[in-house]
Structures are given as C-alpha cells and as structure tokens.
C-alpha cells in the first residue's frame, strides 16, 4: 500500500550468466567498451549472477584510465582474453569473387 492505494511489485529478471565483450580489461575485471559494446554490456553485467568477459587485451593494473572505465570488476567473474580476428577471413571452401567476377561469370 502506498497512499492507501495497492501497488504491484514487479521483480526484475535476473540472469544466470551474462557473456560480454570488451576492448580492454585488467585482472581485476574493470572493462572499456568500444562502439555499441558500451550499450548492453554494463546492463548485462550489472544483472547477471556470473559474468564472463572477452577482452582483446589485458593490460596491467592501473593500466586503465579510470575515468574510461565503464564496468567495475565486482561485477566481472571471469576474464578471458582472445585474439581479434582478421577482417579478411572467409568460410574454408568458399570462393570469393568482386564485381568483375560476377559479371564474367
């Protein structure tokens, strides 16, 4: 009751665990996005009871700008770091061909 009035209470829905990807991080969980990974990664790791961050690059502690980092580590489980792929990768097997290509064909 509030006000004399019954309210509804929703409670909020809580992941199990949450995988997010970040730019940078130390050993001790803080992360720095780029781009649209700032957008769902602090929510997610914020609400999930485990969180498992994928980061390109581990950097020392105090390696970060404080002022950059956007997710503290107390909501960071796990750190796993992984290479960043290449931009130039294609299925194994397929044939890629450019507009002249095409067109010959």
Do not use: C
């Not at 790791?45 to 502690?61: C, D, F, G």
């Not at 002022?67 to 992984?82: L, Y």
Request: charged share 25%; aromatic share 6%.
């Amino acid at each position: 009751m509030i006000d004399g009035k019954g309210q509804v209470l929703e409670y909020p829905l809580h992941g199990d665990v949450a995988l997010v990807k970040a730019e940078r991080g130390d050993r001790w969980g803080n992360l720095v996005y780029r781009k649209s990974a700032r957008n769902y990664g602090p929510t997610m790791a914020s609400a999930a009871k485990v969180t498992i961050a994928q980061v390109y690059e581990i950097v020392e502690l105090g390696g970060l700008d404080p002022e950059s980092i956007v997710t503290p580590g107390i909501f960071v489980t796990r750190v796993v770091k992984v290479p960043r792929k290449d931009r130039n990768w294609t299925p194994a097997g397929s044939v890629t061909r450019g507009i002249s290509g095409r067109a010959a064909a």
